[in-house]
């Protein structure tokens, strides 16, 4: 299925987004906040938390664990999807099965779980899972750490906001809620915050390649949200529609850099909508608002799917053309990483490791890095990159 089940799966899908709203009542739907943000059991395990706002001005807050050091070397994660960095130094992890963890104070701790599945009902293949992880722009005070997964139900997929209190998380509120849809893969559910202080959500097409074209749903897409969950006014096709760009098969990693520029990921057809049965696993490298990419129109660079043309539809910066990788979660590398990274955009494969990008004309490029650079990267606040497999997320300075 080409995704993150796929360790020893024949890949026929390839992928991992979301579910689906199909009008653009729906879509605005999808974009606003809970009216009742108490959680339900399936959405998370909450626990007491006293916050910075709740502590009276000039008294430690007793949720504040001061500044701490990521991990110093290699260290045991259980599928990591997704990493994510504290303002202070703290290392946040999602466990594919539904744990939340922390590295803190020297040691891994649980900082919260979802209730979430990993396989088709019956045991078959999936791409559902926890997902996507993402820390607050304004965390020093609010402590809001956000996650994406796939509610046991099979039904419906979330956006979940938890506030830590020392390396807990509570106050469980799900933000945003989409449906799922009955296809094993394309769940996406990569959440970063920009620059802009909003909320950017990966979504797939669940297998329904026009749906990706339909400004009016929101599968196949990058989506924005204000942090709460609402819809910003200034979104590119409406106050009340969260897409933000479109034309997305599946995409599986995203990344911002200091600057604004938004990197996502891409994975391949295979063999639907008349495309090839494997390989044209794409990046695109500054995703702007309101742009168009290619899917189901074209597939890797620009190449026509049947009898359409590509029209004005953008291409991509890299596609790996014939060759499969599976492209996952990526990161911009600041002046001060690790030699032979600096200034590059990274991301990871699920089948050959880290890929180097260095940006030119037409098309970008990449060289490898790293093998075990298979889920997900990110830049540290020690400079070292950490990148994650199935069993270990890793240290390199």
Not at 101 to 106: D, E, I, K, M
Not at 256 to 284: H, I
Request: charged share 15%.
């Amino acid at each position: 299925m080409r995704g993150i089940g796929a360790i020893a799966t024949a890949r026929s899908g390839r992928g991992l987004v979301l579910g689906l709203c199909v009008a653009v009542s729906v879509v605005a739907a999808c974009g606003t906040a809970k009216t009742t943000p108490t959680p339900t059991p399936h959405t998370a395990t909450p626990a007491p938390t006293a916050t910075a706002a709740a502590t009276p001005a000039g008294t430690p807050n007793p949720c504040d664990v001061g500044v701490q050091a990521p991990p110093a070397a290699d260290i045991p994660a259980a599928f990591a999807t997704a990493i994510a960095f504290a303002p202070d130094g703290r290392m946040f992890w999602a466990e594919r099965a539904g744990t939340i963890r922390v590295w803190q104070s020297g040691a891994s701790k649980v900082f919260a779980t979802v209730q979430t599945v990993t396989t088709e009902r019956g045991g078959g293949y999936s791409e559902r899972g926890l997902l996507g992880l993402a820390i607050s722009p304004t965390f020093t005070t609010d402590r809001y750490v956000y996650a994406f997964y796939s509610d046991s139900n099979y039904t419906d997929q979330h956006v979940v906001r938890f506030t830590d209190c020392a390396g807990t998380g509570g106050d469980a509120t799900s933000i945003l809620t989409f449906p799922a849809g009955g296809d094993c893969c394309h769940k996406g559910g990569r959440i970063a915050f920009g620059p802009d202080g909003k909320l950017y959500v990966t979504l797939g097409e669940e297998h329904d390649a026009p749906a990706a074209q339909n400004t009016s749903d929101p599968r196949g897409k990058v989506l924005r949200y204000n942090p709460d969950g609402s819809i910003p006014a200034d979104n590119p096709f409406g106050a009340n529609n969260a897409v933000w760009a479109y034309g997305l098969r599946n995409p599986f990693g995203i990344a911002f850099s200091s600057a604004g520029q938004l990197a996502v990921t891409n994975n391949g057809p295979s063999g639907d909508a008349g495309s090839p049965s494997t390989g044209y696993d794409t990046l695109l490298a500054s995703v702007k608002k309101g742009a168009q990419y290619q899917w189901p129109l074209c597939y890797g660079y620009s190449h026509p799917l049947q009898a359409s043309s590509c029209g004005s539809s953008i291409e991509p910066d890299w596609s790996s053309e014939h060759s499969t990788v599976v492209p996952t979660g990526a990161t911009f590398v600041d002046a001060n990483g690790p030699s032979g990274y600096t200034g590059h955009l990274l991301f990871c494969s699920f089948d050959s490791g880290m890929k180097i990008v260095t940006f030119g004309s037409p098309h970008a490029s990449v060289s490898n890095g790293p093998s075990g650079c298979a889920l997900d990267v990110k830049e540290g606040p020690d400079h070292a990159l950490y990148f994650s497999d199935t069993t270990t997320i890793h240290r390199l300075a």
